[in-house]
């Protein structure tokens, strides 16, 4: 095995400030969806490797279906536009109930066909000496999607769905990350303070300096 096989697939390191796996897969894209996109998922060996960076797969698996990818080239591709259908299945089901709207039909009906590949998969695997509820057929190429559907599905049916978020970039048409607001008073309002919470602070003090003027 040479070093570079040991690398992670891309040199991309993911933001994951969604706080759920299911929104850290839906902010794969950054800028603003439909005006300023910056498509994060370029290939099958960034969906890889953002697998293994939200420890979906291990180092062992990532490097198992990358080595898939590359002697399946058009399977990869398949696997990666399904998975960019399900990504923005799930960005419009969450933007909806952000919105306290009903989500479109056909974006559930996406969500659930998923969702039941993934709960047919599931089965109790041997871990470390302990029986955890895993996946069986693990190293299929999109066995990705399976816990992502799974985390889609029990964010929407908990009561932390009262608490996601659209970062407030979204008014900027900068970002419109998806988050959960873990903070107790329900104040959070920018995907991270130190990328759009700091642009919103720099933005406001420009402008200040411009009516000071
Ligand atoms: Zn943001």
């Not at 759920?20 to 439909?34: E, Q, S």
């Not at 293994?52 to 399946?72: C, F, I």
Request: hydrophobic fraction near 35%; glycine fraction near 8%; charged fraction near 30%.
């Amino acid at each position: 095995m040479t070093e570079a096989t040991q690398q992670p697939a891309t040199g991309w390191i993911f933001d994951l400030s969604g706080g759920r796996l299911c929104l850290d897969f839906a902010n794969t894209v950054g800028g603003k969806r439909g005006t300023s996109p910056k498509e994060r998922l370029n290939s099958y060996a960034e969906l890889v490797s953002w697998s293994q960076q939200v420890g979906v797969a291990s180092e062992a698996r990532a490097r198992h279906l990358l080595a898939e990818g590359e002697r399946h080239p058009k399977l990869a591709r398949t696997v990666l536009e399904h998975a960019k259908e399900l990504r923005e299945a799930i960005y419009r089901i969450y933007l909806a109930v952000v919105r306290r709207e009903r989500p479109e039909n056909g974006d559930l009906e996406l969500l659930n066909r998923e969702l039941s590949k993934a709960l047919a998969k599931q089965q109790l695997v041997r871990e470390k000496n302990e029986w955890v509820l895993g996946w069986a057929d693990a190293n299929a190429m999109d066995s990705m999607l399976w816990p992502v559907a799974k985390s889609a599905a029990e964010l929407l049916t908990s009561e932390e769905a009262g608490r996601i978020r659209v970062c407030e970039g979204i008014l900027a048409e900068e970002c419109d990350w998806l988050f959960i607001d873990e903070t107790r008073n329900g104040s959070r309002r920018w995907c991270s303070m130190s990328d759009c919470g700091n642009r919103a602070k720099a933005r406001r003090h420009y402008q200040r300096q411009k009516k000071g003027r």
